[in-house]
């Protein structure tokens, strides 16, 4: 080793020394599990660098401790007669982070950003998709580049005009910042996208703004002092810090180096929740998991079959003695996520498991299966723990009640996701993350028209779907997806098995973190105490 | 000397071309691609995505691409970290996975030979069982059951070092450092206590004695050398992991080197970055084992001949 080298080596040491320690009073230390896919607004996908992006972006609207949709940087907000024209009125005097007024235009220049091929940006879907705003699949699919046939418009500085192809009452969970922040223009024309993770350069319109950021190590925020409502944000720098194990984020919580953790490991949920019942937070997500079926390969064409496998699986046994994750058995698909909706669950629901497992039998005799005979079947899954400690807990629940053989195919991620597009599986361990806390989300994934993979043939839930898609109010358009959801449990494409949920330790000094369905936990609502 | 070097550099370069060449194309035998989801992104902006990434074009194109590229000294972008370019990435991991490996090659060496010293002049006196025991427990013992008790009992307990990252100095240093040189300190010792017994029963040693050369003499001038050989050998290949980073070590210790971006570069798809660090490591190998090989030639004139 060179001498010199040597000499760089000591001086890089001494730099780090020179690091301010990560627990200093009055700092909230957030985990983020492992590192964020991207800080740039328009481009991240991540939810764990989503808190990050609402700590330093605002949307229209906001989501409160507990994920209720509260006002952002609009104040107000009207919908039109029709459901399709949403009109948002800007607070007076909003700025941004460096002192630049911030105008309507910035957020129509962030969504147009979000939906530009260039920025090769996931997200768009948000807006030709999930709500369909005009011109937002012409800008996103390159038919065209004429911005000016984009739905969205600032008539003048303080109002945002949103016109839709169809009524569509989720679209306000859509105006927060992880699927619509504003762009700061000049910044980013002078800068590029390089501009959101140098601090230096960074310009944001949220509580805070983003002062250090390492790679694989953390983000730093400090709060901002040009945020409308700084005089109530009480916590003045956050950290996230990223960890990829989650026994090490373990143990840097119990050494006082977080307050709130990414995760907790399964291992040590029971012991946890015996020793510390007041840290330990378990609350449902959007996360859901469900067992589709192979519905072009014999016999999961026949109902019969697809419902004797999923009546035999014990839900509550599975998630609560085998898996142990503290996820939410379900009998539903939609249902779950909104207390408003009332959605259908599967017939048998109302059963025993006994009397399941006795129409399970029934049924698999009928479609031509016994003990001489016994179905042999793959379920296709992540290596990920918990997901195989959960298909081997269902491969043994068909084996004990039916005789059915599976074979638990486990893969590397990437490769179950392409996995699903070939025939080469019976079962797929299947799950869906929904973009905002309804029904609706989870619903329009299963249209026949919408996701190719389910070879599900069935016009009278896509005739369903449409007719929903065009009742402006929430109550309304409630009964009729679930009318709709009724359609999709009565066919058994798949076996809804449980909602997983975000699992937490926070410190007892944390005060405002609350269960949140949606995940939004804005770090302007928490109070160290 | 210099015909020796300038060969062995220019096989270096056909290693690192071979080497650049096989990963790229074992990438994409993987199923799966960098943008992979089971979200309905529509074909057109899917078709976009991939596009603005080259991923579009036909894979000898992609190649042709990133060899251009790497000739230019640019590594490509990352597909999973979207903020950053892979030579920014390994900008910003690689000083953290130096740094520790660096420390932890010191301490292994200076540990690992002073405790076979030990063992070799006092052989089965206390210090000679006690290096024999660190060495077992160095070598039997994995990082990852190591690492979780060091913070249990250090961090947690004690409450002297952080259990992770790298927010806390030199402290933040101290645990992965002592992990990461623990089995390295056990295979020290134990090859550098063996070569030293087998060393001073040699014929110019017993000679040397003979001749009334003083023990302390002889033990720096004709057996050390001799018996540092195999050590040297072994610490060259050694160094060039430690300091490149061990992906072990960087997870239990949530550090934000090198290897963590290695396996989720690989685990997402992340072609240029799985490249990128692939070439860095492979650098990494075959300049240590060229420098093992200088110093080796400089010590022992045999090796210097062979080349």
Do not use: C
Request: proline residues 6%.
């Amino acid at each position: 080793m060179k001498f010199r080298t040597v000499l760089g080596m000591l001086a890089m040491t001494a730099a780090f020394g020179l690091a301010a320690p990560a627990f200093a009073d009055g700092v909230l230390d957030r985990g983020v599990g492992s590192e964020w896919s991207s800080l740039d607004p328009q481009v991240n996908f991540d939810a764990a660098a989503g808190w990050i992006l609402a700590d330093a972006y605002e949307g229209l609207v906001n989501f409160d401790a507990k994920g209720a949709i509260i006002p952002g940087a609009a104040e107000k907000w009207e919908m039109s007669a029709d459901g399709k024209t949403y009109t948002f009125t800007l607070r007076e005097g909003l700025k941004w982070s460096n002192g630049d007024p911030l105008v309507a235009q910035d957020f129509v220049a962030g969504m147009l950003r979000t939906l530009n091929p260039e920025t090769a940006s996931e997200k768009g879907y948000y807006f030709y998709s999930t709500i369909q705003i005009k011109g937002a699949g012409a800008l996103a699919n390159a038919e065209t580049t004429d911005t000016s046939v984009l739905g969205v418009t600032a008539p003048d500085a303080r109002t945002v005009v949103v016109q839709m192809e169809a009524p569509a009452p989720h679209m306000l969970d859509l105006m927060g910042s992880f699927q619509m922040a504003p762009l700061h223009g000049a910044s980013f024309a002078a800068n590029g996208a390089g501009g959101f993770i140098d601090p230096a350069k960074v310009v944001s319109n949220g509580a805070y703004v983003i002062t250090e950021v390492v790679p694989q190590s953390h983000v730093l925020l400090q709060k901002n002092p040009n945020y409308w409502d700084a005089a109530n944000v009480k916590v003045e720098t956050v950290k996230y810090h990223v960890t990829e194990d989650v026994s090490t984020e373990l143990k840097r919580y119990d050494a006082g180096e977080l307050d709130i953790t990414y995760d907790i490991p399964l291992a040590q949920i029971e012991t946890l929740k015996a020793e510390r019942p007041d840290e330990v937070m378990i609350f449902a997500s959007t996360y859901l998991i469900y067992y589709s079926f192979n519905l072009s390969v014999p016999p999961f064409d026949n109902v019969d079959m697809r419902r004797a496998l999923s009546l035999a699986i014990d839900r509550e046994v599975l998630e609560g003695k085998i898996v142990k994750g503290g996820a939410v058995p379900t009998f539903a698909y939609g249902g779950g996520f909104d207390p408003a909706y009332q959605g259908p669950q599967i017939a048998e629901a109302a059963m025993t498991q006994p009397e399941r497992e006795a129409l399970a039998q029934e049924l698999y005799a009928k479609a031509g299966y016994g003990p001489d005979n016994p179905l042999k079947l793959s379920i296709a899954t992540t290596v990920a723990e918990v997901n195989t400690r959960r298909a081997n807990g269902i491969a043994l629940m068909w084996k004990k009640v039916l005789g059915v053989e599976a074979q638990v195919n486990g893969q590397e991620r990437k490769a179950w996701l392409d996995l699903f597009y070939t025939d080469d599986w019976g079962v797929f361990a299947d799950n869906l993350v929904g973009d905002f806390a309804g029904p609706e989300t989870f619903l329009s994934y299963m249209r026949p028209s919408a996701e190719p993979g389910y070879d599900w043939v069935k016009p009278e839930y896509d005739a369903a779907m449409d007719a929903a898609a065009v009742i402006p109010d929430k109550a309304g358009r409630y009964v009729a997806l679930a009318a709709a959801e009724k359609i999709l449990l009565d066919d058994y494409i798949f076996a809804p098995i449980a909602i997983e949920p975000y699992r937490h330790l926070v410190k007892p000094n944390v005060k405002g973190f609350e269960a949140s369905v949606a995940g939004y936990h804005n770090s302007q609502f928490i109070t160290l105490e | 000397m210099f015909p020796f070097v300038a060969k062995r550099i220019w096989s270096g370069f056909l290693t690192l071309a071979a080497l650049a060449t096989l990963t790229f194309f074992i990438m994409r035998l993987a199923p799966g691609g960098p943008f992979s989801r089971n979200r309905k992104i529509s074909p057109e902006v899917q078709a976009n995505i991939e596009a603005a990434f080259h991923l579009d074009e036909p894979v000898w194109q992609q190649f042709g691409r990133y060899i251009w590229g790497i000739v230019r000294g640019d590594l490509g972008p990352s597909t999973r970290f979207r903020d950053y370019s892979v030579n920014d990435l390994i900008a910003s991991g690689l000083p953290y996975s130096l740094t520790i490996g660096f420390w932890a090659i010191l301490v292994a060496s200076l540990v690992g030979i002073g405790l076979g010293l030990a063992g070799a002049l006092r052989r089965n006196g206390w210090t000679d069982y006690a290096a024999g025991t660190v060495g077992v427990i160095g070598i039997a013992v994995p990082i990852f059951i190591i690492g979780p008790l060091a913070q249990l009992y250090f961090s947690v307990h004690l409450g002297w070092f952080p259990v992770g990252g790298m927010n806390d100095g030199w402290r933040s240093l101290v645990l992965p450092v002592l992990v990461l040189a623990l089995p390295n300190i056990a295979y020290i010792s134990r090859l550098t206590r063996s070569s030293l017994i087998e060393t001073m029963r040699e014929n110019h040693v017993r000679t040397s004695r003979a001749k009334g050369i003083g023990p302390w003499l002889v033990m720096v001038r004709h057996v050390m050398t001799g018996a540092m050989l195999p050590v040297v050998a072994y610490l060259g290949p050694a160094a060039a992991a430690l300091i490149t980073g061990s992906i072990l070590i960087e997870t239990v210790f949530a550090l934000p080197g090198i290897g963590r971006f290695f396996v989720d570069a690989a685990l997402n798809r992340d072609y240029p970055l799985v490249m990128g660090i692939t070439l860095v490591y492979g650098g990494f190998l075959i300049l240590f084992n060229l420098l093992t090989d200088l110093l080796r030639g400089w010590m022992d004139p045999r090796v210097r001949h062979e080349g």
